[in-house]
């Protein structure tokens, strides 16, 4: 079973990037030939500046090695390193049919969020369908909220198969992480840069982590008065990072009353400190040899190429090339 799945290199990652990609992936290379990218084709779309893109894909580099994914277990690369992924892209878009792209939400969303329109905005689809295909994935872990794009991803692939041979591109399967599909910012919206409601897994300081979490919204029930934990923010986020002894502990002094959110708050802190600790301290590692990180990618990138080229000569000899 190959798992495939990527992730933009937009800045440093937060919580919900951990817990939506990364922590399943690291999760997951234990149970299948995993390949893994920095999406950093993708990110032309948002991204202008090359210094901050280059500097975003090593940080984010350094932050998933840190977080646990083993290149002994997962082929790890940089997109660009595997040109043949942009020749697939426009192969596959000569049979993707205008009205699947106009469907997709994912552009009317982006365009409303002030991302300027442009033709990559619009044809994303098609390029990370060549992501996946190009791979032959067979499983494509997503959230809840992004299986429209799995669903094009199929359609492409079904559409290619139907007109020049039948199983010549894998079609993937999603495999879609409920209990993870939305992980709360500060204000209650899904966590987001776009929303500016994030915890970086990697805050600068201790102080800066505490003061975000302090921001957390919540209601206006006095400290002795009973709190409802269902839907609290701070619960659901608490819940991610603490046992199930204290997450119970936590509920049932909501529940009793006489702490205040302060206090819930402080024991938030602690549980996401505590737990990317030993993280932490590998990244300080890393960044200190960063000959290793680069290497890591280069050898993924030779093993990621190697696969991506036994797929094109089946494409490029089923379309007359």
Not at 5 to 16: L, W
Not at 247 to 258: D, I, K, T
Request: proline share 5%; charged share 30%; aromatic share 8%.
């Amino acid at each position: 079973m190959r798992i495939l799945s990527g992730i933009q290199p937009s800045g440093r990652p937060h919580i919900g990037n951990y817990f939506g990609m990364m922590e399943p992936s690291i999760r997951l290379q234990e149970e299948g030939d995993a390949f893994y990218f920095i999406a950093d084709y993708h990110s032309l779309t948002s991204t202008h500046d090359p210094q901050v893109l280059r500097d975003n894909v090593r940080g984010l580099a350094i932050d998933f090695l840190a977080c646990g994914l083993d290149p002994e277990k997962a082929t790890f690369w940089t997109q660009s390193a595997v040109p043949e992924v942009t020749e697939l892209t426009w192969i596959l878009s000569c049979v993707t049919p205008m009205g699947l792209l106009e469907r997709c939400v994912s552009y009317k969303d982006k365009i409303a969020q002030g991302i300027s329109p442009s033709h990559g905005l619009f044809a994303y689809p098609v390029l990370q369908a060549a992501d996946i295909l190009i791979f032959d994935s067979n499983v494509v872990p997503i959230g809840k909220d992004q299986k429209q794009h799995l669903e094009v991803t199929r359609d492409i692939a079904n559409k290619f198969n139907d007109r020049y041979g039948a199983d010549l591109l894998v079609v993937p399967e999603p495999q879609i992480r409920e209990q993870t599909a939305t992980v709360p910012g500060l204000d209650g919206q899904k966590m987001s840069k776009s929303y500016g409601n994030t915890i970086d897994i990697f805050e600068e300081t201790e102080k800066k982590l505490r003061k975000k979490i302090m921001k957390i919204v919540t209601d206006t029930t006095a400290v002795e008065d009973p709190k409802n934990p269902e839907g609290s923010y701070l619960v659901d986020l608490y819940k991610l990072f603490a046992s199930e002894d204290d997450v119970r502990a936590m509920e049932e002094s909501f529940c009793a009353g006489g702490e205040g959110y302060g206090h819930y708050k402080q024991q938030l802190f602690e549980a996401i400190r505590d737990y990317y600790a030993p993280m932490r301290e590998r990244r300080e590692e890393l960044e200190k040899d960063t000959d290793y990180v680069d290497g890591v990618l280069e050898e993924g990138a030779k093993r990621a190429r190697a696969q991506a080229r036994e797929v094109m000569d089946r494409v490029r000899s089923a379309v007359g090339m």
